[in-house]
Nanobody, 124 residues
Framework: QVQLVESGGGSVQAGGSLRLSCVAS????????MAWFRQAPGKEREGVAA????????YYTDSVKGRFVVSQDNAKNTLYLQMNSLKPEDTAMYYC?????????????????WGQGTQVTVSS
């Protein structure tokens, strides 16, 4: 049974930092695309960052480039999202997702497995 468990969300002021974690279990972690999505109230779920765990190739949406860093620890089956220089518009529920592919698709519906989400709130 595949499980993704996120942690690390919270409330910070603009300019602050948070690090999200996602622990994965139940599949071959080293051969999957792992991604972070976010969804703000009234908005569609959007991809934030992704990494192919087999090779480390990373992807970012334009609005977070230079501020967020996605990384992994294969030994711990854990995905991270380091978020720096946070802005109020980064406020959302953040979800970890996985799909057993050697590349990272963009649409959320292409991902088979999802965590429960962790809330990030950035105040101005």
């Amino acid at each position: 049974q595949v499980q993704l468990v996120e942690s690390g969300g919270g409330s910070v002021q603009a300019g602050g930092s948070l690090r999200l974690s996602c622990v994965a279990s139940g599949y071959t972690y080293s051969r999957a695309c792992m991604a972070w999505f976010r969804q703000a109230p009234g908005k569609e779920r959007e991809g934030v960052a992704a990494i192919y765990t087999g090779g480390g190739k990373t992807y970012y949406t334009d609005s977070v480039k230079g501020r967020f860093v996605v990384s992994q620890d294969n030994a711990k089956n854990t995905l991270y999202l380091q978020m720096n220089s946070l802005k109020p518009e980064d406020t959302a529920m953040y979800y970890c997702a996985a799909v057993l592919r050697s590349w990272c698709p963009k649409p959320p519906h292409d991902y088979n497995y999802w965590g429960q989400g962790t809330q990030v709130t950035v105040s101005s």
